[in-house]
């Protein structure tokens, strides 16, 4: 919730707010008509969910957009497919990140094989896409981030108490030997993408590109209170490797990289060719007939 809205972080690949166009930074007022001011997160993630093809009209107000827009979402089941993966111009391995769940390592193994398997040694370097990735485990974070790293510190997380404070390294081992690597992140990038970023980034391992990711840095702990209740409290703050800290800055890309709107612009007809007196004409038409 952001005053008083909810705030999308990121859509995430493949689900129906995707398809439907919900862009990370959007924010919903109303959700089939009925304000969404005076509801908790939870009570506005409840009306949302309902039947399998069920629609909702969401109401979006949207940075730069002149009017709100009303987009209609159709409900279905949530299947993530966390990493996804291809080969580009036949020398380059991209693996997309949509979330980090406890399938995203195994499927970054399995994607970086599969790309072997396809280019060879033709493989010059490799793109992480962490765009819109909200975040997700913490553990997978520092798994994928350990991937690409040899040694050094991954992230570290520390609390009020300096003996609060909690390490995380890298092991011995880099799944693509070495070969270059470009992150890409953008707004809706966020939590653990943020750490892996950053981590590859300190470590001078990756070449950042895209937009300032999202800054959530902080951590959260489930406290469990008497009569089946539990509490979820801020206990500590990440931070790269280098000491700084995620929370509200997020992670400033090498190379600032703004999404490009392609349009047709309309313009007066000029001078051509055949306006010309005494230009030659095409002859397609007596060798079609």
């Known amino acids: 919730m952001d005053n ?26 109303h959700l089939d008509g009925e304000t969404v001011m005076g509801l908790s997160l939870s009570e506005a993630v409840e009306k949302m969910r309902g039947k399998v093809g069920q629609p909702i009209v969401l109401t979006v107000v949207r940075e730069g957009a002149e009017d709100v827009m009303d987009i209609e979402v159709v409900r279905d089941i949530i299947k993530i497919e966390s990493v996804k993966s291809r080969v ?4 380059v391995g991209y693996v997309r990140i949509t979330t980090f769940n406890q399938n995203t390592t195994p499927g970054l193994i399995k994607a970086i094989d ?15 896409d962490l765009r819109n990735n909200p975040g997700g485990l913490l553990n997978e974070a520092i798994t994928v981030s350990d991937a690409f790293l040899e040694k050094g ?17 890298a092991r011995p081992g880099d799944l693509i030997d070495g070969k270059p690597v470009i992150v890409i992140i953008n707004g809706g990038s966020a939590s653990a993408s943020e750490i892996v970023a950053g981590a590859l980034q300190d470590h001078k391992r990756a070449l950042v590109i895209g937009e300032q990711s999202f800054g959530k840095g902080s951590v959260q702990t489930i406290i469990p209170l008497p009569g089946h209740g539990a509490m979820r409290l801020t206990t500590a703050r990440y931070y790269t490797p280098s ?21 047709e612009i309309a313009q007066r007809a000029g001078m051509r060719e055949g306006d010309l007196r005494g230009a030659l004409k095409n002859d397609n038409d007596k060798k079609k007939k």
Do not use: C, H, M, W
């Open 153 to 169: 510190e991954i992230v570290s997380t520390r609390g009020r108490n300096e003996e609060d404070t909690k390490r995380d390294n």
């Open 243 to 263: 000491g700084r800290s995620i929370q509200a800055e997020g992670i400033t890309p090498d190379i600032e990289v703004r999404p490009a709107k392609l349009e």
């Open 4 to 29: 008083g809205f909810v705030k999308v972080v990121s859509p995430i690949d493949g689900t129906p707010a995707f398809d439907a166009g919900i862009k990370a930074g959007d924010y919903f007022t």
């Open 114 to 128: 599969d790309i072997k398997k396809e280019a060879g040694d033709k493989v010059i370097g490799y793109v992480l």
């Open 88 to 91: 580009e111009q036949d020398d």
